[in-house]
């Protein structure tokens, strides 16, 4: 008597559609996400003016909320996946990891539909979806890969801590380290969405280092959608987007590439303090699903963890910013290139010269430009807002919460066996699902039935012990009495694991039952 053997049991004796009825959520999910998107393009876009009628400060504050809007496929691509892994119920013929993944990547694709017109309205530019795609998976090959690798880890992994869990957990994490070492950059080569710098690149990133005296170890062009760079200081490896390579111009590239080599001199001690926020986003994400098991004292540990990191990494990042800057500063070929170069960069991919707050990783575009030999012609810009931004966030994720919170308010109304019938099929079910079916049939006089539910639901509900003991009941009243005296065995091991009074009497109301209807032989 497997697990396996009740589950599959209970589903025999429901209609056959019941395990496959799930397969409605990937449509239902991906319209969500497509409508969310389209609703948070609709309401970033009407702020959003021709470049002709506004300074680019201006034109970027406006679009705000077109680049928080960016983050929607991703976003809504996690809850969907997570909200049919946690729906997906035991009686489902589908795989819920498989399913949890094939759901979020539906969705990630559905709601990055709507990106490319946002875009190309809001930057004045074409774009093709097929660009907006291959940038996503720039970013989270080389850039973040810690999130899509902790998504995978979290949806393989077992519902309880096992060893094969932490072997997956502990796998995932190499894998992330291996990747803040460069190894994914051998992966982004061979997906195309990186690849070895061209000549032209090459000769000033060569120059640059020499002057500096900061060997590289690699440079390459990369896929990421607008104008960027980016260092690697563990391989000491060098990024630089295709965007960034057609607006800047050799010098440009020259004072850009000199920040970032700012970034690759940095202590060894600073480079290997980078992988701490990385691994820790990891682990917050691949190990989500225990954090029920969690002791508090985890929890604390965690929470503390996450707090100091959260108020101590901006500042140091901010601090290697300006660290970087210098250098930048210092090895300009003409005075006043590199902030020509910042502001080309950020009027290219309309990043708003002041940001809300304290900004984020970097320091404020327009306080970069007053330290440097061009200060800006024009006054300080107010930041953009922070609560338009949000709201167009939360339009967009709205749509696919709506069907969660929907799909778990039916679930608790469903009472009558066709309900729950449905429930099963469309909601996942539960033990307690379970439970109420074997009390319907046991009042339909269908011990046989009552029997495999309760049964069932005791292998879903592992210290209970009402579930065996109603199972041994039934079991016995049909005179199945193996099976009666295995579910008054369990109960009774539940029993001890966790005495109550009201725990004892329930199972010995049983055991006189089973002991009368299936007597020990003589």
């Given at each position: 008597m497997g697990e396996i053997d009740w589950i599959e049991a209970a589903r025999r004796i429901l209609p056959a559609w019941v395990g496959w009825a799930y397969w409605i959520w990937l449509p239902l999910y991906a319209l969500a996400a497509w409508i969310g998107a389209s609703l948070a393009r609709w309401l970033a876009l009407r702020g959003v003016r021709p470049a002709a009628d506004l300074h680019w400060t201006e034109r970027a504050r406006a679009a705000h909320p077109a680049t928080a809007a960016g983050a929607i496929p991703i976003v809504v691509a996690v809850m969907s996946g997570f909200f049919v892994h946690r729906q997906l119920g035991p009686l489902s013929n589908v795989y819920r990891s498989l399913f949890g993944i094939l759901v979020g990547a539906t969705c990630y694709l559905a709601a990055l539909l709507r990106m490319p017109g946002m875009i190309a309205r809001t930057f004045e530019r074409p774009v093709r979806y097929a660009e907006i795609a291959r940038s996503h998976l720039t970013a989270w090959v080389l850039i973040a890969p810690m999130i899509p690798l902790g998504l995978v880890i979290a949806l393989l992994l077992p519902t309880t801590p096992s060893s094969g869990g932490f072997l997956l957990l502990g796998l995932g994490l190499l894998l992330c380290v291996?990747?803040?070492?460069?190894?994914?950059?051998?992966?982004?080569?061979?997906?195309?969405?990186?690849?070895?710098?061209?000549?032209?690149?090459?000769?000033?990133?060569?120059?640059?280092?020499?002057?500096?005296?900061?060997?590289?170890?690699?440079?390459?062009?990369?896929?990421?959608?607008?104008?960027?760079?980016?260092?690697?200081?563990?391989?000491?490896?060098?990024?630089?987007?295709?965007?960034?390579?057609?607006?800047?111009?050799?010098?440009?590239?020259?004072?850009?590439?000199?920040?970032?080599?700012?970034?690759?001199?940095?202590?060894?001690?600073?480079?290997?303090?980078?992988?701490?926020?990385?691994?820790?986003?990891?682990?917050?994400?691949?190990?989500?699903?225990?954090?029920?098991?969690?002791?508090?004292?985890?929890?604390?540990?965690?929470?503390?963890?996450?707090?100091?990191?959260?108020?101590?990494?901006?500042?140091?990042?901010?601090?290697?910013?300006?660290?970087?800057?210098?250098?930048?500063?210092?090895?300009?070929?003409?005075?006043?290139?590199?902030?020509?170069?910042?502001?080309?960069?950020?009027?290219?991919?309309?990043?708003?010269?002041?940001?809300?707050?304290?900004?984020?990783?970097?320091?404020?575009?327009?306080?970069?430009?007053?330290?440097?030999?061009?200060?800006?012609?024009?006054?300080?810009?107010?930041?953009?807002?922070?609560?338009?931004?949000?709201?167009?966030?939360?339009?967009?994720?709205?749509?696919?919460?709506?069907?969660?919170?929907?799909?778990?308010?039916?679930?608790?109304?469903?009472?009558?066996?066709?309900?729950?019938?449905?429930?099963?099929?469309?909601?996942?079910?539960?033990?307690?699902?379970?439970?109420?079916?074997?009390?319907?049939?046991?009042?339909?006089?269908?011990?046989?039935?009552?029997?495999?539910?309760?049964?069932?639901?005791?292998?879903l509900r592992p210290g209970d012990v009402y579930y065996p003991a109603e199972a041994a009941y039934h079991w016995s009243r049909i005179e199945r009495c193996p099976e009666a005296k295995a579910h008054l065995q369990m109960a009774r091991q539940r029993l001890a694991a966790r005495p109550t009074e009201r725990r004892e009497n329930a199972v010995q109301r049983t055991a006189d039952w089973v002991t009368t209807m299936c007597p020990a032989p003589r």
């Amino acid at each position: 008597m497997g697990e396996i053997d009740w589950i599959e049991a209970a589903r025999r004796i429901l209609p056959a559609w019941v395990g496959w009825a799930y397969w409605i959520w990937l449509p239902l999910y991906a319209l969500a996400a497509w409508i969310g998107a389209s609703l948070a393009r609709w309401l970033a876009l009407r702020g959003v003016r021709p470049a002709a009628d506004l300074h680019w400060t201006e034109r970027a504050r406006a679009a705000h909320p077109a680049t928080a809007a960016g983050a929607i496929p991703i976003v809504v691509a996690v809850m969907s996946g997570f909200f049919v892994h946690r729906q997906l119920g035991p009686l489902s013929n589908v795989y819920r990891s498989l399913f949890g993944i094939l759901v979020g990547a539906t969705c990630y694709l559905a709601a990055l539909l709507r990106m490319p017109g946002m875009i190309a309205r809001t930057f004045e530019r074409p774009v093709r979806y097929a660009e907006i795609a291959r940038s996503h998976l720039t970013a989270w090959v080389l850039i973040a890969p810690m999130i899509p690798l902790g998504l995978v880890i979290a949806l393989l992994l077992p519902t309880t801590p096992s060893s094969g869990g932490f072997l997956l957990l502990g796998l995932g994490l190499l894998l992330c380290v291996a990747a803040c070492w460069g190894w994914a950059i051998p992966l982004a080569t061979l997906m195309g969405v990186a690849r070895p710098a061209g000549t032209r690149l090459s000769e000033i990133v060569s120059a640059v280092s020499r002057r500096m005296n900061v060997p590289v170890t690699g440079v390459h062009e990369i896929g990421l959608y607008g104008s960027n760079a980016a260092a690697l200081p563990l391989p000491r490896a060098l990024l630089f987007t295709e965007r960034a390579l057609e607006v800047l111009s050799d010098a440009e590239i020259a004072a850009i590439c000199a920040h970032e080599l700012g970034h690759v001199a940095e202590p060894r001690s600073v480079a290997l303090s980078r992988v701490v926020p990385v691994v820790y986003v990891y682990l917050a994400i691949a190990a989500s699903p225990w954090l029920g098991h969690a002791e508090p004292i985890h929890w604390l540990g965690f929470g503390i963890g996450g707090l100091l990191l959260m108020v101590a990494v901006p500042p140091l990042v901010r601090r290697f910013e300006r660290g970087a800057d210098a250098a930048g500063l210092a090895h300009e070929d003409v005075p006043g290139i590199y902030a020509a170069a910042l502001e080309k960069i950020g009027r290219d991919n309309l990043t708003p010269a002041v940001m809300p707050g304290r900004a984020g990783s970097h320091p404020h575009l327009y306080d970069r430009l007053l330290s440097s030999d061009r200060p800006p012609s024009y006054p300080r810009p107010a930041p953009p807002s922070t609560w338009r931004a949000a709201f167009v966030f939360a339009l967009g994720v709205a749509p696919t919460a709506a069907i969660f919170i929907g799909a778990a308010t039916a679930r608790s109304r469903a009472e009558d066996a066709n309900a729950l019938v449905r429930s099963l099929a469309f909601l996942g079910g539960d033990a307690n699902d379970l439970g109420r079916l074997g009390w319907l049939r046991s009042d339909a006089d269908d011990s046989l039935g009552a029997a495999t539910f309760f049964s069932a639901a005791s292998v879903l509900r592992p210290g209970d012990v009402y579930y065996p003991a109603e199972a041994a009941y039934h079991w016995s009243r049909i005179e199945r009495c193996p099976e009666a005296k295995a579910h008054l065995q369990m109960a009774r091991q539940r029993l001890a694991a966790r005495p109550t009074e009201r725990r004892e009497n329930a199972v010995q109301r049983t055991a006189d039952w089973v002991t009368t209807m299936c007597p020990a032989p003589r």
